[in-house]
């Protein structure tokens, strides 16, 4: 399987930017980059998802690099509410999800 | 709003009883996963099946557990007997096959069933 590498915690204060980065070892030709957000006592929730390039949705945008060993992961001016477990998954025909990194927002 | 349900939300018991979970996944939704997430090792896989047939439950304790989807709305995991180690919360996810056939990876998770075994 495609092996993903991201912080385990980054911290920020509301409205800064937050930039979160995964790296993707062995990532497949034909594989997707995908990003879900996970908060307290919930299940994961899709955000987003790029294959090269740039992608901007109401929530995020993703950055991914010509030769897609990385992705990152943007969230403008985040709030408390922005508080979560962010996660890059490996892929192949099943998403490994892992720990994530785990970003907390302060006041 | 179609969602993922799961039931229960809480399950206490003692070791060596059974627990059986229960998801429904989203109507049209083909396939389903279960995951089980702790602390120490974040959200893993356990087992997922694609128009009601498993795929791969290598992530499962065989000796102890099992899944069934009995039908295509329903799917089930169940431990016997169960042991303190087990406890966790246990998600369920679905999606839909994308049209192109490739694997789809928007799932689409229940709000989980938080398990404590004693």
């Known amino acids: 399987l495609a092996k993903t590498t991201q912080p385990i915690s980054m911290d920020s204060y509301e409205g800064q930017e937050v930039n979160i980065t995964c790296s993707h070892n062995?990532?497949?030709?034909?594989?997707?980059i995908t990003w879900y957000q996970q908060f307290p006592s919930q299940g994961p929730r899709f955000i987003i998802q790029?294959?090269?390039t740039k992608v901007t949705n109401e929530v995020a945008s993703l950055f991914i690099p010509a030769d897609r060993k990385s992705s990152t992961l943007s969230l403008p001016r985040v709030s408390l509410s922005d508080t979560a477990v962010y996660y890059c998954?490996?892929?192949?025909?099943?998403?490994?999800f892992g720990t994530g990194t785990r970003l907390q927002v302060f006041p | 709003d179609a969602r993922v349900t799961q039931t229960p939300r809480d399950k206490v018991t003692e070791m060596g009883q059974e627990v059986t979970m229960r998801c429904q996944p989203i109507?049209?939704?083909?396939?389903v996963f279960w995951y089980r997430q702790t602390m120490m090792q974040g959200l893993e896989l356990l087992a997922y099946?694609?128009?009601?047939?498993?795929?791969?439950d290598s992530g499962m304790p065989k000796d102890r557990f099992s899944a069934e989807m009995p039908d295509a709305t329903l799917a089930t995991l169940k431990i016997q007997p169960s042991e303190p180690r087990d406890s966790a919360v246990y998600f369920c996810?679905?999606?839909?096959?994308?049209?192109?056939?490739?694997?789809?990876?928007?799932?689409?998770f229940g709000p989980g069933t938080r398990l404590t075994v004693l």
């Open positions: 099946f694609r128009n009601r047939a498993p795929l791969d």
């Open positions: 998954p490996e892929q192949a025909d099943k998403l490994i």
């Open positions: 062995n990532i497949a030709t034909n594989d997707y």
């Open positions: 109507l049209g939704h083909n396939t």
């Open positions: 790029g294959y090269k």
């Open positions: 996810a679905s999606a839909r096959d994308r049209v192109d056939l490739r694997p789809n990876n928007e799932q689409f």
